[in-house]
């Protein structure tokens, strides 16, 4: 038996995220679609690996803000 959700979904906004998702993919080619679906299955299937990745993305983008910070005031780049 499956309970009503506490907060139903506004059957509007889902079809309209449906068929939103379907504009989109209609305008991309077949590479980036498979770009696609490989981050969502690595996403959903290999969520460790996945989680690594994404933390070291955000490492790697802080450092090179700090860097862009810092050229940017003329100081001199902090050695990592």
Same mark, same amino acid.
């Given at each position: 038996? $499956?309970? #009503?959700? #506490? +907060?139903p979904k506004n059957p509007y906004a889902v079809e309209l995220g449906k068929s939103g998702g379907q504009k989109r993919m209609a $305008?991309?080619?077949?590479?980036?679609?498979?770009?696609f679906s490989k981050h969502a299955l690595r996403a959903r299937? +290999?969520?460790? #690996?996945?989680e690594a990745e994404k933390e070291e993305a955000q490492r790697k983008a802080y450092l090179f @803000? @700090?860097?862009? @910070?810092?050229?940017q005031n003329d100081k001199q780049l902090p050695l990592v």
């Open positions: 038996m $499956q309970s #009503e959700p #506490e +907060h $305008q991309l080619n077949s590479q980036q679609r498979s770009v299937w +290999h969520r460790r #690996e996945f @803000q @700090q860097a862009l @910070q810092a050229l």
